[in-house]
């Protein structure tokens, strides 16, 4: 069975300093790889994915994540944070059948 | 301007009423979901639709109910029988669900949520 964990419920890091924000998954077919942005009271908004090809995957906002198959893992990484970047972040693999298997999701607290 | 709409955004229900909560679509997606989100926990599949009149279960699907009678719509109705249904209700669609061929089309465009509260 597919499933994703995120390493850590909550991050608080400067403003300006630089974040990851760890995802494992186990997957036993091809994988596909979804990281998601939560803001407060709000759905979510995609901010990159994987789904062949190169490895590093760039996405909005300055973010990008790293597909490591021998490690299973699809970190997401900012060189630097502002306090705008303050949300709840969520890993999502595609499930065989369609569907996309969520991670707990990582409270990213950025502070002044 | 192409979107998911759902509503309305915050809803209130006494114990032992259904409620049914909107959502639509209009970027000719195929395929389309209930997720419902709980602090701490992510968010867990209730129902989804991989086509117009047919639906299947998620993870959490007990004493909840959906029908997809056009391919824009697909209304959740949380029922008396969902013991602890406050929660935040997401929907969200995608060009397709499964499928040779589909696998890049699984990115998965979210409504805004439904903050459901029971008195």
């Known amino acids: 069975a597919q499933s994703v964990t995120q390493l850590d419920s909550q991050v608080p890091v400067f403003e300006e300093a630089p974040v990851e924000l760890r995802c494992n998954y186990s997957?036993?077919?091809?994988?596909?790889l979804f990281w998601y942005v939560q803001y407060p009271n709000q759905g979510l908004q995609l901010l990159l994915k994987?789904?062949?090809?190169?490895?590093l995957v760039k996405g909005i906002n300055g973010f990008e994540a790293e597909f490591n198959k021998s490690q299973t893992s699809f970190h997401l990484r900012k060189p630097s944070v502002h306090i705008s970047d303050t949300a709840e972040y969520f890993c999502?693999?595609?499930?065989?059948?369609?569907?996309?298997?969520f991670g707990q999701g990582t409270e990213l607290s950025v502070k002044p | 301007d192409g979107g998911i709409t759902q509503s309305p955004k915050y809803l209130f229900r006494k114990e032992g009423q259904n409620v049914t909560l909107s959502c639509e679509q209009n970027?000719?997606?195929?395929?389309m979901y209930w997720y419902r989100q709980d602090p701490g926990q992510g968010l867990r599949l209730i129902y989804y639709?991989?086509?117009?009149?047919?639906?299947q279960k998620g993870d959490i699907a007990e004493g909840y109910s959906v029908s997809r009678e056009k391919k824009e719509s697909f209304p959740l109705t949380v029922t008396s029988a969902q013991k602890n249904p406050t929660a935040f209700y997401l929907c969200?669609?995608?060009?397709?669900?499964?499928?040779?061929?589909?696998?890049?089309?699984?990115?998965?465009?979210f409504g805004p949520g439904t903050r459901l509260t029971v008195l």
């Open positions: 639709s991989q086509i117009v009149n047919d639906f």
């Open positions: 997957s036993s077919v091809s994988v596909y």
């Open positions: 969200a669609s995608s060009i397709g669900g499964a499928g040779p061929g589909r696998e890049a089309y699984n990115e998965q465009f």
């Open positions: 999502a693999v595609k499930h065989q059948g369609g569907k996309l298997i």
């Open positions: 970027l000719n997606h195929d395929a």
């Open positions: 994987y789904l062949s090809g190169s490895t």
